[in-house]
């Protein structure tokens, strides 16, 4: 394995831990702290979402991997998410659409 495998095979693993613990949240939400956790699910999840973050500025930094927010495609991705909780509470399978 070379550091771009590494750190490829690292942001897998950040991106799965940041799924983990937003499942954990849905379930539990953002105040409670888990048993033998000192930090809240919300503050756990900004933890895990820094480790991603920081191992995709590594990949930036050190194999030109260009990654920068793109403001269009995250807006685009917003309305999407939001047009599918519509339709989700039109079916009665969410409660709250904001």
């Keep these: 394995m ?8 690292k942001l897998a693993e950040e991106g ?3 799924a983990q613990i937003a499942l ?8 409670e702290v888990c048993p033998g956790q000192l930090l809240t699910n919300a503050q756990r999840a900004h933890q895990e979402i820094d480790d991603l973050m920081a191992v995709v500025e590594m990949l930036n930094e050190e ?6 927010p ?5 807006e ?4 999407k998410v939001n ?3 519509r339709y989700s509470e039109s079916l009665g399978l969410l ?3 904001n």
């Design 2 to 9: 070379n550091r771009l495998q590494l750190l490829l095979n």
């Design 16 to 18: 799965a831990e940041v």
């Design 24 to 31: 954990k949240t849905a379930q539990f939400g953002l105040a």
């Design 63 to 68: 194999f030109g991997f260009g990654y920068k």
């Design 70 to 74: 793109n403001r269009e495609h995250i």
């Design 76 to 79: 685009t991705k917003k309305s």
């Design 83 to 85: 047009k599918f909780a």
């Design 95 to 97: 409660n709250e659409v």
